[in-house]
């Protein structure tokens, strides 16, 4: 059925890509992996085998640190997810089945977060919740509370995980909540049940696949995570396993093996936590899957209606409206300490200094531009790459298109530090000059974004019924003028995303490039982490907003972009 | 007979182990509209595909217009066959207009703006789409996409039309106008064309020659009144028309290509045969039931026999009436509106003489 399969070179195709995706993804795991039981650093070409040693992981195990680093990742990760589950759930459940006012805003607003980077979340907390000077403490304290907030412990980081991670568990549950066949749950009422009832018996369980499915990858972009437990983490002297991984790095001399040894204790855990979701998301519940013509009459909340409400909305309240007044209340002071309310009143202080310090700074300026390079990069070497992965793996019958499938998702189960990691080993000793340039931060996000591209662009690609392909090659097309005039096209929804997500994703990136970049190649998200080390919190806060601001614009205006299907092709010749 | 303008030979085709299509050989005249009748999964879209091009066949040869186009170490594209190929889903390019799509084989081919306009014009003219070019292809009806989807197919002059059940998603009027439109179009047209169904009613209505396919095989062709009279095959008698078929043993041939039967029920009479009828072997009895009547006992006639009415059903324009034969069940067609016989009123029987037929027990 497929003309792809008529593709002279298509073998031959297919190979150079496994080539190509092992060599950018397979390879730097692969360096790591061995880095680990080695007793010097790895190198990609020229390696050591009589030093093959388990005294990295007898190092790393045995350290007096280890089993708390390992509570506290996995027990904040754990919290976290929980949190984030609960959140999630019950957001998508009131903005899908319910009666609650607002639904429709609240559908917008319960992924709003999915904009908020982590570190600049991270960072706004900071600023609000921070025991001594946080905003927050300063308020409570005026008002007389006998307790304050600190955002610095194991609490702390598992409720901005929460609140952050909350979002993928609402995709997946609202998804699942809205292809139920509503009549499940009538049925149910007509039973006899109550509304508490047949959210317990009948809703939940239903959802349950996806709510499992999505709490899994929750878990494992926790236990991955940098940005957070480095922000909100470390001051309180709590420590987490990424971070850790950096740190064993900054020593002198590094600790490369050590950290190549947590990293890999990391991979296994990520992997065999991916394995389980891939399972409990092909375990995807059939009977909820209703035929078409369903009504969804929303469950009647009465008198809760509005509490719940505003129980939704105050989620849009914790998530980006305290934050983003935080952060610009800090970028717009002349002077970040203050002690009582009315210091922080002051309207002496209001001004655009730290937009200008930060702007006027080459250094600044420079980063951000090799960020938007990057990105740029990212964006327009991943859609390319993954197009051709995705077509290959939907829509032809080459052999070895299982293999890039298995491929291209293996990056979910990586965590971005150790990818930068690999590549940073990988790379270091292979002589094509590739190190500290920004072509390696380029490739390694690549690799690292391949699942999310990909995914995109093959869920365009697979509604695009094979005829409509089928039939312009019986018109006379070739293979390439039917991807031009009828493919592209028609999965251009999926491809746009694929674009905004490579950019959105790289320009935020801030774990997988700590290892990559160079005095001439340092990154926007590598500047802002670097100040705030320093403690020049002003600067930070203008250059977060800066950066939300770039990725609000760009995923505005791709979006735009997506709703537009008419305007491609040739002008419309009218008739007579 | 003219020309030959499709030639299928010795078609083979497999899926993992499982072989769809074995040993089609076809031959297509020029002008002819052959129709390939079989229920799904018995290999007639797959034989469709590979004369598109959009199957390599594993084994076997196909030629258009006397050029080799598939066969071992030669593979045209379907891009490259001049076929015009109306599809099952439409396959309409909900981002293009009706003139976009229809004008699209000439725009490929690259085919002069003028002239492009002046020939997909007349095409949209001739399926009656005549002001219908500049709409957005995504609000047109299940009934207008087909008439696009066959424009499209029209429009490049094609050696050969293929059709893939291309009637099947539409209601039931318009399927039978839409049949009668497409038939009236190919006798005006006069292309070859090789259309793929499962509807029996829609490929005797439209063929010149139904081709019947079962498990991958074709077991028998023939214009559609010979498939329909003379079925080699229990399977061919069945899927052609709703016959009454009786399990029965040969008793003895009576005249060249005549044998006389009894069913297991105990019925006898005399049954037409294309191959040998050895008395004594196991056979099937097809007898149609519009080719038997039903009349007042008593009635004087050689070729009736007693029945009692079981059952009838009104279909409209007639009576299909079961009525127990020997005390089987047997079904009978009797054509008006006459008041129906009530249950257990007993009749008489007429099969018409010569139209009791015998075929191999499968």
């Given at each position: 059925m497929t003309p792809g399969r008529t593709l002279p070179l298509g073998t031959i195709g297919v190979g150079?890509?496994?080539?190509?995706?092992?060599?950018?993804?397979?390879?730097?795991?692969?360096?790591?992996?061995?880095?680990?039981?080695?007793?010097?650093?790895?190198?990609?070409?020229?390696?050591?085998?009589?030093?093959?040693?388990?005294?990295?992981?007898?190092?790393?195990?045995?350290?007096?640190?280890?089993?708390?680093?390992?509570?506290?990742?996995?027990?904040?990760?754990?919290?976290?997810?929980?949190?984030?589950?609960?959140?999630?759930?019950?957001?998508?459940?009131?903005?899908?089945?319910?009666?609650?006012?607002?639904?429709?805003?609240?559908?917008?607003?319960?992924?709003?977060?999915?904009?908020?980077?982590?570190?600049?979340?991270?960072?706004?907390?900071?600023?609000?919740?921070?025991?001594?000077?946080?905003?927050?403490?300063?308020?409570?304290?005026?008002?007389?509370?006998?307790?304050?907030?600190?955002?610095?412990?194991?609490?702390?980081?598992?409720?901005?995980?929460?609140?952050?991670?909350?979002?993928?568990?609402?995709?997946?549950?609202?998804?699942?909540?809205?292809?139920?066949?509503?009549t499940?749950?009538?049925?149910?009422?007509?039973?006899?049940?109550?509304?508490?009832?047949?959210?317990?018996?009948?809703?939940?369980?239903?959802?349950?696949?996806?709510?499992?499915?999505?709490?899994?990858?929750v878990f494992v972009l926790l236990i991955e995570l940098f940005a957070i437990p480095a922000v909100l983490g470390e001051p309180g002297n709590l420590h987490f396993m990424a971070v850790r991984i950096w740190d064993l790095i900054g020593f002198t001399p590094p600790q490369v093996n050590q950290a190549s040894a947590l990293g890999a204790l990391m991979l296994v855990m990520t992997v065999i936590l991916v394995v389980l979701q891939h399972k409990a998301a092909s375990r995807r519940n059939v009977v909820t899957v209703a035929g078409k013509g369903q009504r969804v009459r929303p469950v009647v909340l009465g008198a809760l209606r509005w509490p719940l409400a505003a129980l939704g909305f105050g989620y849009l309240l914790l998530v980006v409206v305290l934050p983003t007044v935080a952060l610009l209340f800090i970028a717009l002071r002349r002077n970040i300490f203050f002690s009582t309310i009315a210091a922080i009143l002051d309207p002496a202080q209001l001004s655009f200094e730290q937009f200008g310090i930060a702007f006027g700074d080459p250094v600044v300026v420079g980063t951000l531009w090799n960020s938007l390079a990057v990105s740029t990069g990212t964006m327009a070497a991943g859609v390319v790459l993954y197009f051709i992965v995705a077509y290959t793996v939907h829509r032809t019958r080459l052999p070895g298109r299982r293999a890039l499938d298995l491929v291209t998702v293996l990056p979910v189960a990586i965590p971005g530090i150790i990818i930068g990691l690999g590549y940073l080993w990988s790379w270091i000793s292979i002589p094509v000059g590739l190190y500290g340039t920004l072509w390696i931060i380029i490739l390694a996000y690549v690799s690292q974004f391949a699942p999310q591209a990909t995914r995109a662009i093959a869920g365009s690609l697979v509604q695009i019924h094979p005829e409509l392909e089928e039939s312009s090659r019986l018109c006379g097309a070739g293979f390439l003028t039917t991807l031009r005039l009828v493919v592209v096209?028609?999965?251009?929804?999926?491809?746009?995303?694929?674009?905004?997500?490579?950019?959105?994703?790289?320009?935020?990136?801030?774990?997988?490039?700590?290892?990559?970049?160079?005095?001439?190649?340092?990154?926007?998200?590598?500047?802002?982490?670097?100040?705030?080390?320093?403690?020049?919190?002003?600067?930070?806060?203008?250059?977060?907003?800066?950066?939300?601001?770039?990725?609000?614009?760009?995923?505005?205006?791709?979006?735009?972009?997506?709703?537009?299907?008419?305007?491609d092709g040739n002008p419309v010749p009218t008739a007579g | 007979m003219s020309a030959i303008k499709c030639a299928l030979q010795g078609l083979h085709k497999s899926f993992g182990p499982r072989e769809v299509v074995s040993d089609v050989s076809l031959s297509v005249?020029?002008?002819?509209?052959?129709?390939?009748?079989?229920?799904?999964?018995c290999g007639k879209t797959t034989t469709l595909c590979m004369i598109a091009g959009l199957?390599?066949?594993?084994?076997?040869?196909?030629?258009?217009?006397?050029?080799?186009?598939?066969?071992?170490?030669?593979?045209?594209?379907?891009?490259?066959?001049?076929?015009?190929?109306?599809?099952?889903?439409?396959?309409?390019?909900?981002?293009?207009?009706?003139?976009?799509?229809?004008?699209?084989?000439?725009?490929?081919?690259?085919?002069?703006?003028?002239?492009?306009?002046?020939?997909?014009?007349?095409?949209?003219?001739?399926?009656?789409?005549?002001?219908?070019?500049?709409?957005?292809?995504?609000?047109?009806?299940?009934?207008?996409?087909?008439?696009?989807?066959?424009?499209?197919?029209?429009?490049?002059?094609?050696?050969?039309?293929?059709?893939?059940?291309?009637?099947?998603?539409?209601?039931?009027?318009?399927?039978?106008?839409?049949?009668l439109e497409l038939k009236a179009l190919q006798r005006r047209t006069g292309l070859t064309s090789i259309y793929v169904t499962h509807d029996q009613a829609e490929a005797v209505e439209l063929a010149d020659r139904i081709v019947v396919m079962q498990a991958g095989r074709i077991v028998q062709s023939g214009r559609p009144q010979d498939l329909y009279r003379e079925p080699r095959t229990r399977?061919?008698?069945?899927?052609?028309?709703?016959?009454?078929?009786?399990?029965?043993?040969?008793?003895?041939?009576?005249?060249?290509?005549?044998?006389?039967?009894?069913?297991?029920?105990?019925?006898?009479?005399?049954?037409?045969?294309?191959?040998?009828?050895?008395?004594?072997?196991?056979?099937?009895?097809?007898?149609?039931?519009?080719?038997?009547?039903?009349?007042?006992?008593?009635a004087p006639s050689h070729?009736?026999?007693?029945?009692?009415?079981?059952?009838?059903?009104?279909?409209?324009?007639?009576?299909?009436?079961?009525?127990?034969?020997?005390?089987?069940?047997?079904?009978?067609?009797?054509?008006?509106?006459?008041?129906?016989?009530?249950?257990g009123t007993a009749a008489m029987l007429r099969i018409a003489p010569g139209r009791a037929r015998i075929v191999p027990t499968p």
């Open positions: 150079a890509l496994l080539l190509l995706l092992a060599v950018l993804i397979v390879l730097p795991v692969g360096v790591l992996l061995l880095g680990s039981f080695l007793s010097e650093a790895p190198r990609a070409l020229r390696f050591d085998w009589s030093g093959l040693t388990l005294a990295n992981y007898r190092d790393v195990l045995a350290a007096a640190g280890f089993a708390p680093l390992l509570a506290s990742t996995l027990g904040a990760a754990l919290a976290g997810t929980a949190g984030a589950a609960l959140i999630g759930a019950s957001l998508a459940w009131l903005a899908v089945r319910t009666d609650i006012p607002g639904r429709r805003a609240l559908d917008v607003v319960a992924v709003m977060p999915l904009f908020v980077p982590p570190l600049v979340g991270a960072f706004a907390w900071d600023i609000l919740a921070s025991p001594r000077s946080g905003i927050l403490n300063i308020v409570l304290r005026a008002v007389g509370a006998p307790f304050t907030l600190n955002i610095y412990t194991f609490g702390g980081v598992a409720y901005a995980y929460a609140i952050y991670y909350a979002p993928y568990i609402y995709l997946f549950v609202a998804a699942s909540l809205r292809n139920m066949d509503a499940l749950e009538e049925a149910a009422f007509m039973s006899g049940a109550g509304r508490t009832k047949v959210l317990l018996h009948i809703t939940l369980p239903l959802a349950a696949p996806a709510l499992l499915s999505s709490s899994l990858l096209p028609l999965a251009r929804p999926g491809i746009v995303s694929a674009m905004i997500l490579l950019f959105v994703l790289s320009f935020r990136e801030l774990a997988t490039a700590l290892f990559l970049y160079t005095s001439g190649t340092q990154l926007f998200s590598l500047a802002m982490f670097d100040f705030w080390q320093r403690g020049s919190t002003g600067l930070v806060a203008a250059m977060a907003l800066v950066q939300s601001l770039i990725l609000l614009v760009f995923v505005l205006l791709g979006q735009a972009l997506r709703r537009d299907r008419m305007a | 005249a020029e002008g002819e509209f052959v129709v390939i009748l079989g229920p799904s999964g199957e390599r066949p594993d084994r076997g040869a196909i030629a258009i217009d006397g050029a080799v186009v598939s066969a071992p170490g030669r593979f045209v594209r379907p891009e490259h066959r001049a076929i015009g190929m109306v599809f099952q889903s439409y396959a309409i390019w909900p981002h293009m207009t009706v003139f976009e799509n229809v004008a699209y084989p000439l725009r490929v081919r690259g085919v002069g703006m003028r002239e492009r306009r002046e020939r997909t014009e007349r095409v949209l003219d001739l399926v009656g789409l005549a002001n219908e070019g500049p709409r957005p292809a995504t609000a047109l009806s299940g009934g207008q996409m087909q008439r696009v989807a066959l424009a499209r197919a029209l429009v490049s002059d094609p050696a050969l039309l293929l059709f893939d059940e291309p009637l099947s998603n539409l209601d039931l009027k318009l399927r039978e106008r839409l049949r399977f061919v008698a069945e899927f052609i028309a709703a016959a009454n078929i009786m399990p029965a043993i040969v008793l003895a041939a009576t005249a060249p290509g005549i044998a006389r039967v009894r069913t297991q029920a105990g019925f006898e009479t005399e049954a037409r045969h294309d191959t040998t009828a050895n008395p004594g072997e196991a056979v099937d009895l097809v007898i149609h039931p519009e080719d038997c009547t039903l009349l007042p006992p008593g070729h009736c026999h007693a029945v009692d009415v079981l059952g009838s059903r009104f279909q409209g324009t007639a009576t299909r009436y079961t009525v127990a034969l020997h005390g089987a069940p047997f079904d009978v067609l009797v054509l008006g509106t006459d008041e129906p016989l009530v249950p």
